[in-house]
């Protein structure tokens, strides 16, 4: 009996150390009853690297437990090349790169039994903890698993993307990249309403021998490229700019190399500018009461910028914007300017409605990269910026482990 006992010991050793490098656990007594309270974050993406490599992207599904019953949830895999960029298709295999996206809100249960009971998975799978860092005793898992049975059978699908228009829409919010003249977004609705939108704008200030100014339209026009059209999220990039957009939430990444240019930079500024009649109510740390947007100018107090963040409520819906400004130094505004009269000087419909976002003077870098999340909730709920900084300053934290078909008790590996 002890040498029969010495040998399944060594074989369950033999066997973890052959997993994949995540951290391993056979047994689901290790964990905690469920907590009372869920996932209290459902708007944000949830997006696991590192599982299954080798396998094939289309035999990877992602489950969640009810409490009563095992559900596929939406989910999508997206592949990326050896430089860590997205790609419409690489190899069809899953890499350490790739990810495994669902959304925070569809995670569920922690199970109370082995989904390899239940369903025609491999003997490996992975138990995904979401946890809100913000209030730890909130979180959803959800379960990723490979079989070469199991179908695609959740149909939701809460994104797309239009070719013809170059739009993304979701049910609860529409962007449209501008067909010329400039490469930012000219269209926005929110919640079944109408375009509220001008265009994105961007202002650069350059001093060589005299003052040069930019606007968005003094950049060469990219094409609008579409990576991926999931279930989940799309990836769209223009010139070196990729938007990932979701159900409520899009993040932007913006790299901007100014290196080419002579002299020394004076200023910086992105906004955003609603279209011409549009009215509704603007926010940030230092406006939390808010400010009328209907054309008519406001003092608005433009300093100290501690939290980058600003929403207008308009209509339907909320859009609230936060970012970061990586490397560009100087000295950093909340810009904003509402004032229906014609500015020549202006680009757009020349009108400025609501328009705000972020000034920089006296840059340090000519080389930085624009970070910027947008959140679209609906607009009874007031002033939320705050609050929605805090979740992009602060992402849910996930936690991927390889759990066994077999209840043996695996040595624990960790990835650091």
Do not use: C
């Given at each position: 009996?002890?040498?029969?006992?010495?040998?399944?010991?060594?074989?369950?050793?033999?066997?973890?150390?052959?997993?994949?490098?995540?951290?391993?656990?056979?047994?689901?007594?290790?964990?905690p009853?469920?907590?009372?309270?869920?996932?209290d974050?459902?708007?944000?993406?949830?997006?696991?690297?590192?599982?299954?490599?080798?396998?094939?992207?289309?035999?990877?599904?992602?489950?969640?437990?009810?409490?009563?019953?095992?559900?596929?949830?939406?989910?999508?895999?997206?592949?990326?090349?050896?430089?860590?960029?997205?790609?419409?298709?690489?190899?069809?295999?899953?890499?350490?790169?790739d990810e495994?996206?669902?959304?925070?809100?569809?995670?569920?249960?922690?199970?109370?039994?082995?989904?390899?009971?239940?369903?025609?998975?491999?003997?490996?799978?992975?138990?995904?903890?979401?946890?809100?860092?913000?209030?730890?005793?909130?979180?959803?898992?959800?379960?990723?698993?490979?079989?070469?049975?199991?179908?695609?059978t959740?149909?939701?699908?809460?994104?797309?993307?239009?070719?013809?228009?170059?739009?993304?829409?979701?049910?609860?919010?529409?962007?449209?990249?501008?067909?010329?003249?400039h490469?930012?977004?000219?269209?926005?609705?929110?919640?079944?309403?109408?375009?509220?939108?001008?265009?994105?704008?961007?202002?650069?200030?350059y001093?060589?021998?005299?003052?040069?100014?930019?606007?968005?339209?003094?950049?060469?026009?990219?094409?609008?490229?579409?990576?991926?059209?999931?279930?989940?999220?799309?990836?769209?990039?223009?010139?070196?700019?990729?938007?990932?957009?979701?159900?409520?939430?899009?993040?932007?990444?913006?790299?901007?190399?100014?290196r080419?240019l002579?002299?020394?930079?004076?200023?910086?500024?992105?906004?955003?500018?609603?279209?011409?009649?549009?009215?509704?109510?603007?926010?940030?740390?230092?406006?939390?009461?808010?400010?009328?947007?209907?054309?008519?100018?406001?003092?608005?107090?433009?300093?100290?910028?501690n939290?980058?963040?600003?929403?207008?409520?308009?209509?339907?819906?909320?859009?609230?914007?936060?970012?970061?400004?990586?490397?560009?130094?100087?000295?950093?505004?909340?810009?904003?300017?509402?004032?229906?009269?014609?500015?020549?000087?202006?680009?757009?419909?020349?009108?400025?409605?609501?328009?705000?976002?972020?000034?920089?003077?006296?840059?340090?870098s000519?080389?930085?990269?624009?970070?910027?999340?947008?959140?679209?909730?609906?607009?009874?709920?007031?002033?939320?910026?705050?609050?929605?900084?805090?979740?992009?300053?602060?992402?849910?934290?996930?936690?991927?482990?390889?759990?066994?078909?077999?209840?043996?008790?695996?040595?624990?590996?960790?990835?650091?």
């Amino acid at each position: 009996m002890k040498m029969i006992r010495q040998l399944f010991l060594a074989a369950a050793l033999i066997g973890a150390l052959l997993l994949p490098s995540a951290a391993l656990a056979g047994n689901l007594a290790d964990e905690p009853s469920p907590p009372d309270l869920a996932l209290d974050r459902t708007i944000e993406p949830v997006i696991v690297t590192g599982v299954f490599a080798g396998r094939s992207v289309n035999d990877i599904f992602v489950y969640r437990w009810t409490g009563s019953a095992w559900e596929q949830i939406p989910f999508q895999i997206d592949e990326r090349d050896a430089t860590g960029a997205y790609v419409a298709n690489e190899d069809g295999v899953m890499d350490s790169n790739d990810e495994v996206v669902f959304m925070s809100g569809d995670t569920g249960m922690l199970a109370s039994s082995s989904i390899g009971d239940a369903l025609p998975v491999s003997g490996l799978w992975y138990r995904v903890q979401v946890t809100d860092p913000l209030n730890t005793a909130s979180k959803g898992w959800a379960y990723i698993v490979h079989s070469t049975t199991l179908t695609v059978t959740n149909p939701t699908d809460y994104v797309s993307y239009n070719a013809g228009n170059l739009r993304v829409s979701t049910a609860n919010y529409a962007l449209g990249w501008a067909a010329s003249g400039h490469n930012g977004l000219d269209y926005m609705s929110m919640f079944g309403g109408g375009d509220i939108l001008d265009r994105t704008k961007l202002r650069i200030d350059y001093r060589f021998i005299v003052l040069i100014k930019l606007t968005e339209n003094d950049f060469p026009l990219d094409n609008v490229v579409l990576l991926k059209d999931g279930v989940v999220r799309t990836l769209v990039k223009r010139g070196g700019t990729v938007t990932v957009s979701y159900q409520s939430y899009t993040s932007t990444t913006f790299p901007v190399d100014l290196r080419s240019l002579p002299g020394s930079l004076e200023q910086v500024r992105t906004s955003v500018d609603l279209g011409n009649g549009v009215t509704g109510t603007y926010y940030d740390e230092n406006n939390a009461a808010g400010k009328p947007i209907d054309g008519v100018p406001d003092n608005v107090t433009a300093t100290p910028f501690n939290q980058a963040w600003r929403q207008v409520t308009v209509g339907n819906g909320s859009n609230i914007q936060v970012a970061t400004l990586t490397s560009l130094g100087g000295t950093r505004h909340h810009y904003y300017k509402d004032n229906s009269a014609v500015d020549p000087q202006d680009t757009g419909d020349q009108r400025s409605f609501g328009d705000s976002g972020f000034e920089v003077t006296n840059p340090t870098s000519k080389l930085f990269t624009i970070t910027t999340g947008q959140y679209f909730i609906p607009a009874a709920q007031g002033n939320q910026g705050a609050t929605y900084n805090q979740y992009f300053l602060n992402p849910l934290q996930v936690t991927a482990t390889a759990e066994s078909q077999f209840q043996t008790y695996l040595p624990t590996l960790s990835r650091n």
